[in-house]
Each structure stands twice: as C-alpha cells, then as structure tokens.
C-alpha cells in the first residue's frame, strides 16, 4: 500500500482536469444541440426551453476559470505594490501567465504515469518593467529518452536528459530588450533539500536572412551551488517552406563541471499548421556526450499534434514516440510511447499605470 500512494496522488492530479475536460465538452456538445433544436421548433417553443444540466455546468466551469484568473491577478498585484515603489516610473500593467500541464504517458508495455507541471510567469511593473518573477514546477512522467535544453541554465530544465520532479523560483532582469535582441540576468532557487541555488545570464540573438530564413542564436552562462560553472550554446535555422509550413533545425551543447565531455543534441522539425486552432509537428532528434565512443547514445522519432478546443485557455497535445538506444555499435530495438497532455492556460493584466 505505502508503494502505491504516490501513484494514488498522481491519479488525483489527472482526475481533476480529466472532469473538467468531460463536463466542458458534454456541456459545449448540448449547446451546440441546443442552437440546433432552436432554429426549428416554434417562438412558443423556445420560450419554455431551459437551460439543461450541462449547459449550466459549462456555464460554471467558466465563471470558476474567470474567478481563479481575477484571484492570481489579485495576488499579482498585492505583490507588485508591496514591493514596488508608488512613484515608479513603469507606466506598464502588471500581468501574469500560468500554465497548468497534465500528462499521461503510456508505454510500449502498457504501464501508465500520470504527472503535472505548472509554469508562473509574473511581469512586476511597479518594481520595474523589466522584472520577471518565474516559478516552474515539474511532476510529469520521466521522459524515455532526451531532448533539447528546455531552458538552458535553469535547474531541471537545462539539460538533454531533464529532471522531472522539482520547483524553480527565479527573478529576472532584461537588460537588452529589442526584437531582435534580448539579454537577461537571472538568480534563483530550486526548491529542495538541500537548497540549490542558481545564477545566470542569457543572450538570444535573431539574424533574418531573408523573407523566408532566420537564425537564432543562443548563450547562457551559468553557476551553481559548490562553484559548478558552465555554459549552452543554442543554434537554430528556421525556413518558411509554404503558408504555414516550417522547416526548423535546432541543435544545442552543454559543458560544466557537473558534466563529463559536452552533452550536444540535435533535432530537424516539420512543423505545419493545419488550422488557426491546431497544428502538427514532426520530429527526428539526436543526443549524445562527446566522451562516449559512439557519435548518437540515443535518437527518437515523434509527431506532436495540438488542438485549442472548446474554449481559447483549453489545450490539448496528442505525442507518439519512437526511441531507442545504442550502445557502441549495437543499436536497441526501438521502443514506443504515447502521451495525452491536457493544458489550461490562466492569465491575466491589470489596467496600465498612468505615467508620473
């Protein structure tokens, strides 16, 4: 029993959404119903239909997602006047974005894992427009195999091979901040025992080659607890083939002193956008450390499909992965996995300050 009661708590963070999802969906399938039925039927008629069941369910869960968002923007704004200055110079509104993920993943031999992530970003004018305060928390299903720095120099997110069971708390300072430029100073905590703390700073740069090519390049430098320096190094090459077709190459490396050799992944991305609401990726990647005797330690095959649905902060992701290891010269047999994500997305901004 005390094995199983991790598992019994993941089940309940997959529950809650999965509810949520159900009742949205009946209750936005008997409205369109509804509108159906009402263009027929007689005025007497319409005048003795009610509003059914699930239509004023939907009809809360929507007044319940308005109340969450005017709540956190709340709590954004008290922290923002607790510490920012009444005769600041920032004339931007304060504003939030939370982004609550749930994922389950099924293995190629039938197991499940359930798990959430939660992403907070707060923009705190009041203390100055180009603070940032990011907290990010992870409890999803361990990734079978690697992928590209999620967000290089970041603990949990920083490395091809990420951690899934941490908080990070972290504030942000722009120094540079123009549409093609931008560079960052950041410090922060990971929440655990014992705390680790983090500092670091980022430069991204984008190069448009022509109307339909750009480059992004990417540096961050960072330091860790007991002096663990280290440094990624991000290249992308994006090429708009059609309409709403792109070609992206992306490749990054990372070497510290936690790190033995540089830890590189590679990845090439078809990305199409099937609709304004929905779009379908497709991706090969690569992954490895320079002080293995093999070029690749491991590679995948995945399409990524996402739909905006019912209502516009309602997400979902549908993931089928392939993936497999090699080890000197002998490669695995190739390993299967789906995910379903489930994404709710709050958000929210005050009216802007007028300038002092």
């Known amino acids: 029993m005390l094995a199983t009661s991790p598992r019994l708590n993941l089940w309940r963070w997959a529950l809650v959404p999965a509810l949520y999802l159900l009742l949205l969906l009946v209750a936005t399938t008997s409205a369109q119903a509804d509108e159906c039925a009402a263009a027929g039927p007689t005025a007497e008629a319409e005048a003795h239909q009610e509003p059914g069941f699930f239509d004023v369910w939907g009809k809360r869960f929507e007044a319940t997602h308005e109340g969450i968002e005017r709540y956190i923007l709340e709590q954004t704004v008290k922290v923002d006047d607790f510490f920012g200055s009444e005769n600041g110079p920032g004339t931007k509104p304060t504003r939030y974005q939370l982004r609550w993920r749930n994922s389950l993943r099924v293995e190629h031999d039938g197991t499940m894992n359930f798990g959430p992530s939660v992403r907070l970003n707060l923009g705190l004018?009041?203390?100055?427009?180009?603070?940032?305060?990011?907290?990010a928390g992870e409890?999803?299903?361990e990734p079978a195999t690697q992928s590209l720095p999620r967000d290089p120099?970041?603990?949990?997110?920083?490395?091809?091979?990420?951690?899934?069971?941490?908080?990070?708390?972290?504030?942000r300072y722009d120094l540079i901040r123009t549409p093609a430029l931008q560079l960052f100073a950041g410090a922060g905590v990971r929440v655990k025992l014992p705390f680790e703390a983090f500092a670091r700073s980022r430069l991204d740069y984008l190069y448009t080659v022509n109307d339909t090519t750009l480059i992004r390049f990417g540096e961050t430098l960072f330091v860790k607890n007991?002096?663990?320096?280290g440094e990624t190094t991000e290249i992308t090459l994006?090429?708009?083939?059609?309409?709403?077709?792109?070609?992206?190459?992306?490749?990054?490396?990372?070497?510290?002193?936690?790190?033995?050799?540089?830890?590189?992944?590679?990845?090439?991305?078809?990305?199409?956008?099937?609709?304004?609401?929905?779009?379908?990726?497709?991706?090969?990647?690569?992954?490895?450390?320079?002080?293995?005797?093999?070029?690749?330690?491991?590679?995948?095959?995945?399409?990524?499909?996402?739909?905006?649905?019912?209502?516009?902060?309602?997400?979902?992701?549908?993931?089928?992965?392939?993936?497999?290891?090699?080890?000197?010269?002998?490669?695995?047999?190739?390993?299967?996995?789906?995910?379903?994500?489930?994404?709710?997305?709050?958000?929210?901004?005050?009216?802007?300050r007028p300038a002092r």
């Open 139 to 141: 409890n999803e299903p």
């Open 226 to 229: 007991s002096d663990l320096l």
């Open 238 to 352: 994006e090429k708009l083939l059609d309409r709403g077709t792109i070609l992206r190459w992306s490749s990054a490396g990372t070497a510290s002193q936690e790190i033995r050799g540089l830890e590189w992944g590679s990845e090439l991305s078809l990305i199409r956008e099937l609709s304004p609401r929905s779009a379908v990726t497709v991706t090969g990647g690569a992954y490895g450390n320079t002080s293995s005797s093999t070029i690749g330690n491991n590679y995948r095959l995945l399409a990524l499909y996402r739909q905006n649905f019912l209502r516009s902060w309602l997400f979902y992701e549908l993931e089928p992965e392939l993936f497999w290891q090699r080890h000197d010269r002998n490669p695995d047999a190739p390993t299967f996995a789906f995910t379903f994500r489930l994404e709710i997305v709050f958000k929210g901004s005050s009216l802007p």
């Open 125 to 135: 004018s009041k203390i100055n427009d180009r603070f940032r305060l990011i907290i």
């Open 153 to 171: 120099g970041s603990p949990g997110f920083d490395r091809t091979t990420p951690s899934t069971h941490f908080v990070n708390t972290e504030l």
